[in-house]
């Protein structure tokens, strides 16, 4: 069946099988190979994409629910040839080692502070907890995502 | 000695000591990396496996006609097929053979028995269910020692010679010198334990697209390869290629941790069934088949007694292993070494005498035996020594620390050989536990352990003071499948000063392409920025045995900085001519020469590497590159002291981490941003399997850790908080005084985690807990029930 | 991985879905959050021939408070319920219950109504449902009915809707201010289900004594176990340690856990009672606006 949805501000339409898995969709009829599948039962979110706003596992949806929906990837997070802050400081943290779970994570982290600016490690952590990552034990990537959410205060101290 | 490392460079130069941000990581984190999955070639079909849903049976018929008929569905491949080219079985990494589709029997639940290659990943996996294979069930063996019963069933039917289950016997050691110690011995302390089934379970599975030119015969076999050089010389041997028509490229590695060194069956009919179509075929596991099929880890069943003295000391070593290798022996290991480098059993403490004998038995499990964040046995190894310790010296009545610092070897006793042949390069066992001491306040931790707890939890804190051996081999002792066991460099610098350097290695999250080209910067004065570094395309890269038991920086790194300093030379004549000076009258400073006592009077590396394609003397060769093959002249012996403050609820069985320190002496730092993050790492994996991770088996021999429902890996909400420290002891025999790192906690840290819990525990009578220390096993112990598994 | 082929329709209304509904019959699932039909179908565990995808129908996505209960649509998320300040003020066991059920990610997707549908005795929701006594809403073409919870939930992955019904809502008892309620959950990790799972419900007289007590455990038995001999020996009694640990051995008593690698049976029904009465300690505390 026919869908139109929007990655990344990009609007899209395309033919596919109900059956066929979002992340698979994202992956293989858009040519967006930066969302990843780690797992068969929505266990490590290497696929986590945002719908709507909000972070799901594209591997536990169909393509066909995406349907009139906007989805961020994380080839959309670059804005204006900028980094985004969680980017940033995912590099300057050393937030990443194979950078296989690192879009779902950076994904997370981007929903989370746009919720919550400020999070505690605790918050930082519980927010995670539906991703796996075998590389860093965690301890960076809470690193990042704590210094990025202090980078954005200061930009929005100086934008305002 | 510990030191500590100064940098010589400046920080932007980014040579050996600077904590550089990672150049691989721009591509990470836009989501522009390349892993195999990512990978699509046109006309490319898809192949999905058929696996045995039993653990032991005879195949009796397998009838794949309404496969066959599906629509979209190219080829349907059985074991009979794959015999009439001679591949139904290939050779394992441990001199065993491996089916590659089941012909005769299943010997494991999820075994590859056919495999369906179609236009489209949804279809390959439809017609699976076109296929039907009937199955005489055999009782399924699902133990090693039960493997070992009189009148077993014989797994292995098929090997000509083999009557029984067992698949090697070996020993390392002096059995007549361990037997007199424990003669002497006031006091015999005992072990039984078992290291757990585990599986490295990277987050990216494993896969292959083979993409055969059914023109010109060529093969490029894109595949996730810790060792592409080893897999492309191993394809031509089976599949019969020859090999110069055969590119291995492993692309971006999605985490390793050893899954990625064996070659699989599904690899295997891959490329038969490109060979055979004329079309590139994928095939990517699901994580349900990378964890019930490919390489598996540890499943060792150890004994271990310590003979020991009423006043504390350490007089020898016995240790036992029976170890479950699953239908197949194909443990990735030097070929002299049946059971790895586990007789770097002695760990960090000096006495006379030890003796190790292993046996291994074929089980209905899916073979491997992979070094899983390892150097082949080594973790097992750690675990059994530092266990050991803590038992004997509560047994003492000493504290497990005292002990320690009681029988450590002592710093003037390096090079020290080891009473199982092992020469420890460098090592100061003392100062990395006490400064492990004094940064979590162990004396502080002893008092409040024994003050009342509020809620009745308990608290206990584990010591592991481990060594390690790593960076195989040297070339005399160590070889795989016959390959020894060097790496190379190659480096070329650029006419305008930039360079590119290639390796034999593979990095899956490393960061090699960072620390590489910060030890070129060390030794050649060219920014780190400026330096490619180039792995996994054997086409345009030196042989190499790959990455893998902590290799790369003791091997390929030492290659990096040979062939670094031998361009160098070269470049002082270059210089020594620009100069109009004699190259004896050239000081060298990072990315520079000069005339002695002239400062001012002196060429920048780019100015030399221009003049060596522009402005070279009559009678000198042009260009400025080299290759060196390191052959290294001892293996590493990374080590370090951790400690772990736990606190158990005996109501629920349920433990946390409270507090941890990692003390680390892995030589010199090349990038200590990167150390620590592959120490964090590893202390993570180490607690997951203390805590969950691990794969059992029922009676039947069905997988129960096949998904990561069942095989448990930590998040970050249970992943503990972890502060790390230093010391610094070079390793006198490598370029850097480097020694690899990237094991080092996975190997120390699983040990200092069950201590904790034991510690907290001693008092109410529990002596072990086997791993993982779940919370039912924890109730189990405090209450003396018995529980199974 | 890859799930096998289905027919997939995405109704606008519940009318629609219905509709669709009758016309499939048995052959027909309705995806609501799909967080545990997925990855069955993607395992081939589940191969429903036709889906009836209810994520369009934005009337089913709402917490509200009508006449003394919560309304739950059937579109609410597990993270609403996190959320929801209503659940917060209005249903202390849920509120407790709802940061643990599977991930976050998961939670985002995944819904409240679903999950109780799933009849899964792993799941945490039916235990909460089972200790507050709620009422599950189903329509079909021919009508509403109102299901209590503990008829609802018939066995292992079984409830007991007609054909052609769907559930569109879950009602639950309002907690009033001398009510609390706990949910305590042992599982390994974030995401695994629960090796025990006791949700506890109190609301006390004007004398401080108990005026309606909920139990129910989740993973001890082939449905989420309703602890009725304890919930009727509590009422009436002072609340206190005592009394938790007497209802905490009738739960240990009649709760049926298998063995397997998540523990022995014995250890499990050890959890079963401390837990039960760590639950009532904290359903006590909040009930007396300790907390």
């Not at chain 2, 020993?171 to 302390?189: N, S």
């Not at chain 3, 739960?251 to 250890?267: F, I, L, M, N, Q």
Request: hydrophobic share 40%; net charge negative.
């Amino acid at each position: 069946m026919e869908i139109e949805v929007t990655v990344n501000g990009v609007a899209y339409r395309r033919d596919t099988e109900p059956r066929r898995l979002l992340v698979d969709f994202i992956r293989t009829e858009l040519g967006l190979t930066g969302t990843h599948i780690g797992c068969d039962t929505t266990s490590c979110g290497a696929c986590t994409v945002l719908f709507d706003g909000v972070p799901v596992k594209s591997c536990t949806m169909f393509a066909v629910q995406a349907d009139g929906h906007e989805l961020t990837t994380v080839e959309g997070l670059r804005r204006n040839g900028e980094l985004s802050p969680v980017q940033a400081a995912f590099k300057e943290h050393h937030g990443l080692q194979c950078g296989f779970c690192t879009p779902g994570m950076m994904l997370v982290a981007t929903a989370l502070l746009s919720s919550n600016p400020d999070p505690t490690e605790e918050e930082v952590r519980w927010a995670l907890s539906g991703n796996i990552c075998r590389c860093t034990g965690y301890t960076n990537i809470v690193e990042a995502i704590r210094s990025a959410a202090a980078t954005m205060h200061e930009t929005a101290g100086v934008e305002s | 000695m510990t030191t500590t490392h100064q940098p010589a460079t400046p920080f932007e130069m980014g040579g050996i000591g600077h904590s550089v941000r990672r150049k691989e990581d721009d591509r990470f984190i836009q989501g522009a990396g390349r892993y195999l999955d990512d990978i699509q070639l046109p006309g490319m079909l898809h192949m999905a496996i058929l696996r045995s849903p039993i653990a032991h049976g005879r195949i009796l018929s397998i009838d794949t006609s309404e496969a066959e008929a599906t629509d979209g569905v190219v080829a349907v491949v059985t074991g009979e097929m794959l015999a009439a080219h001679g591949l139904a079985w290939m050779p394992t990494l441990s001199g065993d053979t491996q089916a590659v589709l089941a012909t005769d029997k299943v010997r494991y639940q999820g075994q590859e028995v056919a495999a369906v290659i179609a236009t489209d990943p949804y279809v390959a996996r439809d017609a699976l269910s076109g296929i039907f294979v009937d199955y005489e069930e055999l009782p399924a063996i699902t133990s090693p020692q039960q493997a070992l019963e009189p009148g077993a069933v014989l797994i292995r039917d098929e090997k000509e010679g083999q009557t029984d289950n067992v698949a090697y016997t070996w020993e390392a050691g002096d059995k007549a010198a361990t037997d007199e110690a424990f003669a002497k011995a006031d006091l015999v302390v005992t072990l039984d334990t078992h290291y757990p089934r585990s599986h490295p379970a990277p987050l990216e599975t494993c896969g292959v697209v083979a993409d055969v030119n059914p023109a010109t015969g060529e093969a490029t076999i894109y595949l996730t390869s810790q060792a592409p050089h080893a897999h492309r010389t191993l394809f031509a041997i089976v599949a019969g290629l020859p090999e110069e028509k055969i590119r291995v490229v492993s692309p971006d590695i999605g985490g390793g941790f050893g899954n990625k060194v064996p070659i699989y069956p599904g690899y295997v009919v891959a490329t038969a069934a490109s060979l055979l179509i004329g079309k590139p075929v994928k095939w990517v596991e699901s994580r349900s088949e990378n964890l019930i099929s490919t390489g598996f880890a540890r499943d060792f069943h150890m004994h271990g007694e310590l003979a020991l003295t009423a006043d504390g000391r350490i007089l020898g070593l016995r240790a036992s292993i029976l170890s479950d290798q699953g239908a197949f022996y194909a443990d990735a290991q030097p070929t002299r070494f049946r059971a790895g480098l586990f007789h770097i059993c002695t760990g960090s403490y000096d006495f006379g005498a030890a003796h190790v004998t292993a046996k291994g038995a074929f089980t209905n499990k899916a073979p491997g035996g992979v070094a899983y964040r390892c150097s082949f046995r080594v973790t097992e190894a750690s675990y059994l020594i530092e266990r050991l310790v803590q038992n004997a010296a509560y047994e003492l009545g000493m504290d497990p620390a005292e002990f320690r610092l009681k029988n450590f070897i002592r710093p003037e006793q390096f090079p020290y050989l080891s009473p199982t042949g092992f020469v420890y390069d460098s090592g100061d066992y003392h100062t990395a536990l006490r400064k492990a001491m004094e940064m979590i306040d162990y004396e502080g931790w002893r008092r409040r352990q024994q003050e009342p707890h509020p809620e009745g939890k308990l608290i206990g804190i584990g010591i592991a003071s481990f060594t390690e051996v790593v960076g195989a081999g040297n070339s005399r002792t160590y070889d795989i499948a016959g390959l020894k066991m060097i790496d190379s460099a190659e480096l070329r610098i650029h006419p305008t000063g930039k360079a590119i350097l290639k390796l034999g290695v593979k990095s899956q999250g490393q960061g090699h392409e960072t620390t590489f080209a910060q030890i070129v910067a060390e030794e050649l004065g060219i920014p780190f920025e400026d330096v490619k570094v180039q792995e996994g395309d054997t086409d345009n890269t030196p042989y190499g045995l790959g990455t893998y038991a902590s290799r790369s920086t003791p091997v390929a790194g030492a290659a990096t900085a040979v062939v670094a300093r031998q361009i160098r030379e070269k470049a002082r004549k270059l210089a020594a001519h620009l100069l109009e000076a004699s190259p004896d009258d050239l000081e060298w400073e990072p990315g520079r020469f000069f005339v002695r006592g002239v400062p001012d009077k002196g060429v920048t590396i780019q100015e030399v590497a221009f003049a060596a394609y522009t402005n070279f003397p009559e009678g000198m060769e042009a260009g400025l590159e080299g290759v060196h093959y390191y052959d290294p002249p001892n293996m590493t012996y990374p080590f370090g002291s951790y400690i772990v403050v736990v606190e158990v609820d005996p109501e629920d069985g349920t433990w946390k981490v409270l507090d941890m320190v990692a003390v680390d002496d892995c030589g010199v730092r090349i990038n200590p941003m990167i150390v620590e993050g592959q120490i964090t790492g590893g202390l993570t994996e180490g607690f997951a399997k203390a805590n969950m991770q691990w794969i059992t088996f029922d009676e039947n021999g069905n997988c129960i850790g096949s998904n990561f429902l069942d095989y448990l890996v930590p998040t970050a909400w249970e992943a503990p908080r972890f502060r790390l420290g230093e010391t610094v002891t070079p390793s006198p025999h490598h370029p850097i005084g480097a020694k690899g790192v990237g094991e080092s906690a996975t190997v120390g840290s699983p040990a200092a985690y069950v201590n904790a819990v034991i510690d907290a525990l001693w008092s109410k009578g529990v002596r072990n807990i086997d791993m993982p220390v779940l919370p039912h096993r924890v109730w189990g112990a405090l209450n003396g029930v018995e529980v199974a598994p | 991985m890859y799930p096998p082929a289905f027919e997939y329709a995405a109704p606008e209304s519940v009318e629609e879905a219905l509709d669709r509904l009758a016309e499939v019959g048995d052959e027909g699932r309705i995806l609501a959050g799909g967080q545990s039909l997925i990855p069955m179908m993607k395992l081939r565990l589940a191969a429903p021939a036709h889906l009836i995808d209810i994520n369009e129908i934005a009337e089913l996505a709402y917490i509200r408070e009508v006449n003394g209960h919560l309304a739950i649509g059937a579109l609410t998320r597990h993270a609403d319920v996190v959320r929801s300040e209503v659940v917060a003020g209005g249903c202390a066991t849920m509120a407790s219950a709802a940061p643990w059920v599977a991930d976050p990610l998961v939670r985002n997707r995944g819904t409240v109504c679903g999950s109780v549908a799933h009849c899964d005795p792993e799941g945490d929701w039916n235990s909460v449902m089972l200790a507050v006594g709620a009422e599950v809403v189903a329509r079909s073409k021919q009508g509403e009915r109102v299901i209590p919870i503990s008829e609802f939930v018939v066995d292992f992955f079984t409830n007991s809707l007609r054909p052609g019904e769907m559930v569109t809502e879950l009602r639950v008892p309002r907690d009033d201010d001398r009510s609390g309620g706990a949910y305590l959950k042992l599982e390994r990790k974030i995401g695994d289900y629960a090796t025990v799972g006791v949700a506890a419900h109190l609301r006390l007289d004007e004398q401080g004594r108990i005026a309606r007590a909920g139990l129910a455990l989740t993973s001890v038995g082939p449905i989420n176990l309703k602890v009725t001999e304890a919930e009727e020996m509590m009422v009436g009694q002072e609340p206190g340690d005592e009394l938790f640990a007497e209802a905490a051995q009738i739960a240990a008593r009649t709760c049926e856990p298998t063995s397997d690698v998540r523990g022995p049976a014995e250890y499990k029904r050890s959890v079963v009672a401390a837990y039960t009465r760590r639950a009532f300690g904290r359903a006590l505390a909040g009930a007396r606006g300790e907390t």
